[in-house]
Nanobody, 124 residues
Framework: QVQLVESGGGLVQAGGSLRLACAASGRTFSNYYNMGWFRQAPGKEREFVAAISWSGSNTYYAASVKGRFTISRDNAKKTVYLQMNSLKPEDTAVYYC????????????????WGQGTQVTVSS
């Protein structure tokens, strides 16, 4: 089993910053998992935000967040981070952490395990 627990969400003003964390655990979790962040706003489909390969050497970002968000991981701590700067009201959503063993990291169907999500609200 693999468990993913997100933290760090909250309410922030536009232009502010937040850092999300995703702690992984479970007997079958391996640092060889690629990790990703997705988000879902009310009434909208879940969308890709960022992903990182198991080694941390490759990162991927949605065009809407590139240059503002940074994904990173600490395999010793089994934790993935999403640093979010220059936040905008349109970044408001529930953010989900996910783990993938393969496939396109931009596609939610490639992910095998999901966290419960953490709410991010950006006020204007």
């Amino acid at each position: 089993q693999v468990q993913l627990v997100e933290s760090g969400g909250g309410l922030v003003q536009a232009g502010g910053s937040l850092r999300l964390a995703c702690a992984a655990s479970g007997r079958t979790f391996s640092n060889y998992y690629n990790m990703g962040w997705f988000r879902q706003a009310p009434g909208k489909e879940r969308e890709f935000v960022a992903a990182i390969s198991w080694s941390g050497s490759n990162t991927y970002y949605a065009a809407s967040v590139k240059g503002r968000f940074t994904i990173s991981r600490d395999n010793a701590k089994k934790t993935v981070y999403l640093q979010m700067n220059s936040l905008k009201p349109e970044d408001t959503a529930v953010y989900y952490c996910a783990a993938s063993q393969g496939g396109s990291l931009l596609y939610y169907g490639s992910y095998d395990h999901w966290g419960q999500g953490t709410q991010v609200t950006v006020s204007s």
